[in-house]
């Protein structure tokens, strides 16, 4: 090995170097320290004897291609230590070019020993996040067993919808606040757990009494999620901000006859918008113990008809639009 490479072994982190087969010539001692294996153990290996086989395979394909391309190449591995744990590290590889022989320098951070915050990728904060967020949203309405189907489709509409309103109106969303309300919407109704159940699943007409308590539900839902966010870890729920505007004002309407705040038009978060319709329209087409359910036809007809009043027209538009690339 070329004496200018053993530079990089003096290097804070782990340090692999190896050949263009990829056989290893040297590694520091971060290296060893990090993975286990002894500098004398693993020369003349083959760099992939790591392999977890938990890295996807699109990291390989982007590293392969980037090494074809003669460029360096950055990315996150989950591989094994010679104790058999599991490790994630973010590397670094660059290839080098000396009399016409060509290196590879690695250069790993294993995540798990940062000394601040913890690692997670994103599709994993996404799933993680999703699924306490389910948790939490099914845990508050677990007085009512056949909530949790809705509360679902609301999740996957809601998705669909703001995709859907994306593309067609051209707000350029970021995928990471798509994301957000599609995973925030289930929290919905969450203040219902709070609803004397003699008042929520009454039969016959809410007096004025009643109904106000009724009201007071995206009130309570807001309260109980800042209550539950001082607990969470802000590493693997985000943006609650997004998930507070869905629950306190989904229940707004167009025109401001809505509640809690009476908010109206573009007053009432983007978020909220498209939870309403989401909600109305899923509970229009369920069968429910008062009612049968409506064929999605009706459905929409009634939502074209609170086009302006209830619902933002647009967003309207959108959700048939939807409708329409599925063929219904």
Known sequence: MPIVLSGYLKLGDAVIITDQDHRILDINRYYEQTTGYSRDSIIGFKAGFLKSGLTPAATYTSLKSEMKRGNPWSGVFTNRKKSGEIWHSSITITPIQLENKLYFVGIFRELEQLKEGIYLSEKKRAETQRELLKVLAISCEIRDPGIEEHLLRVQTLSEKLVYMHDRRMQLKLSESYKSHIAHASILHDIGKAEIPEGI???????????????????????????????????????????AENIILYHHEKWDGTGY?????????????????????FDALTSRRAYKDSWSVARALSFLNEQKGKHFDPDMVESFFNYFDERGE
């Open 200 to 242: 929520l699943y009454k039969p016959g007409p809410l007096s004025p009494y009643e109904r106000k308590i009724i009201e007071m539900h995206p009130l309570m839902g807001a309260d109980i999620l800042n209550k539950i966010s001082r607990e969470i870890n802000n590493e693997v729920i985000s943006s609650l901000e997004v």
């Open 260 to 280: 809690p705040h009476r908010l109206k038009g573009e007053e009432i978060p983007l978020e909220a918008r498209i939870t309403a319709i989401v909600d109305v």
